[in-house]
């Protein structure tokens, strides 16, 4: 229910500041602005994303909890489809989104929300441990070459054929 609401809320609230901020400063400063929010947007959401990327690494470097870092670069990849959106509320929300203690705030009341049963690293119980082969490993390419040869010569001699065994 949720979901439609926002389906259809969202476009109605779009249009209605699209008029209003048209009408204010005109159809050109209007459409620089939404282009302008896209271009810093896309920035913004480059840089946010390089940074919960370092810190996702640093959690399992450490092997700690990478919950947290997870949430935010997903709250940061769901900023950068709002801040794609041609619009004002979804780019308002798209950089609350990029600003940490926002994605913090939401993170908290996610988590407050969500319980988590059970959390396993590695295989499971009755899982078997994939097998890795020891043995030597030799990388190299090939081309098979097949000499012209006429028909009804028979074997090349490279090789015994189906009569020679």
Do not use: C, K
Request: charged letters at 15%; zero cysteines.
């Amino acid at each position: 229910m949720y979901l439609f609401l926002a389906f259809l809320l969202v476009p109605i609230i779009e249009i209605a500041l699209f008029i209003q901020v048209g009408g204010l400063i005109g159809l050109w400063p209007t459409l620089a602005i939404v282009v302008l929010t896209a271009v810093l947007g896309t920035w913004l959401v480059r840089t946010q994303g390089r940074m919960a990327l370092g810190q996702l690494n640093r959690a399992f470097n450490q092997l700690d909890d990478p919950t947290e870092p997870l949430a935010h670069g997903a709250m940061i990849l769901f900023s950068g489809a709002l801040l794609l959106t041609p619009g004002f509320f979804t780019d308002a929300l798209g950089f609350a989104l990029l600003v940490p203690g926002v994605r913090v705030a939401v993170y908290r009341y996610l988590r407050a929300r969500v319980q988590v049963s059970s959390f396993q690293v590695g295989p499971g119980p009755g899982m078997r441990q994939p097998h890795h082969d020891t043995g030597d490993v030799i990388d190299g390419e090939w081309e098979e070459v097949r000499p012209h040869r006429e028909r009804g010569a028979g074997p090349s001699g490279w090789v015994e054929g189906p009569d020679r065994h």
